[in-house]
Every structure is written in C-alpha cells, then in structure tokens.
C-alpha cells in the first residue's frame, strides 16, 4: 500500500485501519474499502482532503 498524495510506501500503523504517512506528514484511514485522507493540523485537527482526489486514487489495490 502506499500513499496516494505522495506515492510514499513509508506508512506507518497508528490504529485499527490507520495509518500515518512519514512522506506528506497526512493520515491514512480505511473505511468501507476505500482511503479517507486527512490532514493534521498544527492544533491536532483533521482536514479531509479527500476532495482532492479521485475515487480511483482512494481505492486500495487486493
Ligand atoms: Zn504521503
């Protein structure tokens, strides 16, 4: 698996499903198959950047 924002195959697991990407600094979530991306602000907050991508993107390859 690797990150769709960066390419990185750098992710580390930080929970059940979740992963955290050491190229872009975004967290990785699984849900329903599918990649949710999330940025973490300087505050702790997340930031959906799933916008920006396309469900092709998001899909995680079997
Ligand atoms: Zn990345």
Redesign the pocket.
Known sequence: M???????K??GKIGVEQYY??????E?AVVEGKLALNQVEEDGSLTSLDDLFEDDDLSIPM
């Open positions: 690797r990150c769709p924002n960066c390419q990185c750098d992710l990407c050491w190229g872009c600094f975004i990785l």
